[in-house]
Antibody
Framework: QVQLKESGPGLVKPSQSLSLSCSVSGHSISRGGYYWSWIRQLPGKGLEWIGY???????FYNPTLKSRVTISDEKSKNQFFLKLASVTATDTAVYYC?????????????WGQGLLVTVSS | DSQMTQTPSSLSASVGDTVTLTCRTS??????LNWYQQKPGQAPKLLIF???NLAPGVPSRFTGTGSATDFTLTISSLQPDDFATYFC?????????FGQGTRVDI
């Protein structure tokens, strides 16, 4: 059974960077065929795709966040990471990591439980 | 980006009812449309992919239909476990985008 779990600080100061980890079990991120994704849910609002990373290291980012986002991985630990720079209160959200199969119409099939990150001084 | 509009934003129903949720997109996405269920404090759960295909383990009372720009999710014989928020998501264009959700209340 594939499982994902987010970890990281729940509180980040404005202008600092938000750094989160996603630990994956039940599937090696070193295998091809899947993108490893970050998605966030703003308070009381819908879901926003942030970006994903492929096992090759290739990354894809949402254009609205691209200038501030870096997604990386550590295959030896079966983890991938999100860094969001220069955060403001509008980045307060629940952050999810998720898996999506490579392909044109594929859904996010496994999700982490989510981690609330609040941006506040 | 492909804009997703879900209607209604919320609805009230009773156990045993049949409800229909709608998702409309700003451009044709063929059948590249997925539906998720989210309960408070939980991550979204995949219900239907490619407009009409039931995800593994999802009860058959959930039905997805539609193509191009108009899609529906029908829940037949609502069960207590079905009271949740439902999101649609398109994967035809990048970035993938989600609707704002429809909350189904008792």
């Amino acid at each position: 059974q594939v499982q994902l779990k987010e970890s990281g600080p729940g509180l980040v100061k404005p202008s600092q960077s938000l750094s989160l980890s996603c630990s994956v079990s039940g599937h090696s991120i070193s295998r091809g065929g899947y993108y490893w994704s970050w998605i966030r849910q703003l308070p009381g609002k819908g879901l926003e795709w942030i970006g994903y990373i492929y096992y090759s290291g290739e990354t894809f980012y949402n254009p609205t966040l691209k200038s501030r986002v870096t997604i990386s991985d550590e295959k030896s630990k079966n983890q991938f990471f999100l860094k969001l720079a220069s955060v403001t209160a509008t980045d307060t959200a629940v952050y999810y990591c998720a898996r999506v199969e490579v392909g044109h119409a594929t859904p996010f099939d496994y999700w982490g439980q989510g981690l609330l990150v609040t941006v506040s001084s | 980006d492909s804009q997703m509009t879900q209607t209604p934003s919320s609805l009230s129903a009773s156990v045993g009812d049949t409800v229909t949720l709608t998702c409309r997109t700003s451009q044709t996405i063929f059948d590249f449309l997925n539906w998720y269920q989210q309960k408070p404090g939980q991550a979204p759960k995949l219900l239907i992919f490619a407009a009409s295909n039931l995800a593994p383990g999802v009860p058959s009372r959930f039905t997805g239909t539609g193509s191009a720009t108009d899609f529906t999710l029908t829940i037949s014989s609502l069960q207590p476990d079905d009271f949740a928020t439902y999101f649609c998501q398109q994967t035809y264009t990048s970035p993938p985008t989600f609707g704002q959700g429809t909350r189904v209340d008792i």
